[in-house]
């Protein structure tokens, strides 16, 4: 799966409208399912309600999910457990639990089977980075990426599956739900919801349509400004200046684009963070960077808007191995290792920087020699 940091979403097409739910506005389709849900449940789960996302929640599926808690317990009076599943790696992601004090369970420890309902953010059950147990109840989902193309496969069944692909953060699609529902907003639920759009449309400055830019403002002005601050710029642990070394050490340019291929790394989050950091770059149109964590090749691709969108440009690199995704000038991807020997990751590189290379080949400038510069030169 993408990291969550590059997850598979669309551009945005300027408008952004809901599925239509038995002609009824969103949040009252889904008052029924949740009442319906709560109906159907014994005595003992009926109050019971679980809130999951995708593996490594990013901002967005982490302020998703204190956006349904909130409209849950605000508008239903329900108890809700929020699990999540795999390591939050980001500084910034971390901050975010931290300050804002979330409440989160880890996935592992959870039964699924005795919750009255199972809602799910930022991500489908299609994803191969989300694991929502056949046995729950999964009544709801909310997320704004493309659904994956598996013609053979239905989709699961979820009485109320709203996908807004035209929507710059799921986050934004929560805040309506509160909106409409008339939730008063707390300033922890609200500083969890700007983090999602901030970081999803990049401050509105991508994917962003009306509704994004209403929920940005809306939900900043109800958000503890000091928090938010103290998100926007965390400590940085030892192991990120180790790992911006040895990024500035091998990263090569080659015309319009860096390649920054790392070798092993402790933190795969550092692979998206050393992309946003080399695109920065003056005369850098596009950052491809990748390292291996366990037995994965991880990838993180940027590009900037004169260079074009990031999904099909992954699509190429990778040419036809490992899973991908991507939305507007932001992709990820993921290489299946066969082992994480030394010789196997740089045999990886070797085929990625190939097919990076070749992938532009058409951008190259006369007189850049084929193995690039190297930064530090
Ligand atoms: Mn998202």
Redesign the pocket.
């Known amino acids: 799966m993408p990291t969550p940091a590059d997850?598979p979403?669309q551009d945005a097409p300027s408008q952004a409208k809901a599925e239509p739910f038995e002609g009824m506005a969103p949040h009252e389709h889904l008052r029924k399912v949740v009442l319906a849900a709560k109906e159907q449940a014994t005595e003992e789960l009926r109050e019971q309600f679980l809130v999951l996302t995708h593996r490594g929640p990013?901002p967005?599926?982490l302020g998703a999910c204190e956006g349904i808690r909130c409209l849950l317990t605000e508008e239903f009076g329900l108890q809700v457990t929020v699990a999540t599943l795999g390591q939050i790696h980001r500084a910034e992601n971390q901050a975010m639990v931290k300050h804002l004090g979330l409440e989160l369970e880890d996935f592992e420890g959870i039964d699924c089977t005795q919750y009255a309902g199972v809602l799910l953010v930022?991500t489908q059950p299609e994803f191969g980075h989300t694991v929502v147990p056949e046995d729950c109840n999964l009544i709801a989902l909310f997320d704004?990426h493309v659904p994956p193309n598996r013609p053979d496969e239905e989709p699961r069944f979820v009485a109320h599956r709203d996908v807004r692909l035209n929507q710059g953060?799921?986050c934004s699609v929560i805040y309506e739900y509160l909106r409409e529902s008339k939730v008063t907003i707390d300033p922890k639920t609200a500083g969890a919801l700007f983090c999602?759009i901030r970081y999803?449309t990049a401050d509105l400055s991508r994917n962003s349509g009306d509704l994004d830019e209403e929920a940005y403002h809306a939900t900043f002005h109800l958000a503890d400004r000091e928090k938010i601050a103290q998100i926007n710029n965390p400590q940085l642990p030892r192991h990120y200046y180790v790992e911006l070394a040895g990024a500035l050490t091998v990263a090569r340019q080659h015309g319009p684009l860096v390649l920054a291929l790392m070798g092993k790394v402790d933190n795969p989050e550092s692979v998206a963070e050393m992309a946003d950091f080399f695109l920065r770059m003056k005369g850098c149109s596009w950052v491809l960077a990748g390292a291996a964590f366990g037995d994965e090749y991880i990838l993180s691709l940027r590009t900037d808007y004169a260079f074009g969108k990031a999904y099909p440009l992954m699509r190429r690199v990778l040419d036809g191995t490992g899973s991908f995704g991507g939305h507007g000038h932001i992709a990820g991807g993921r290489i299946k290792l066969e082992d994480d020997k030394e010789s196997t990751i740089r045999s990886a590189e070797r085929m990625l920087r190939a097919s990076a290379l070749e992938v532009i080949g058409a951008e190259l400038e006369d007189g850049i020699p084929p193995e690039g510069r190297l930064l530090t030169e």
């Open positions: 997850e979403h990013d967005d599926a930022d704004h953060a799921t999602g999803d």
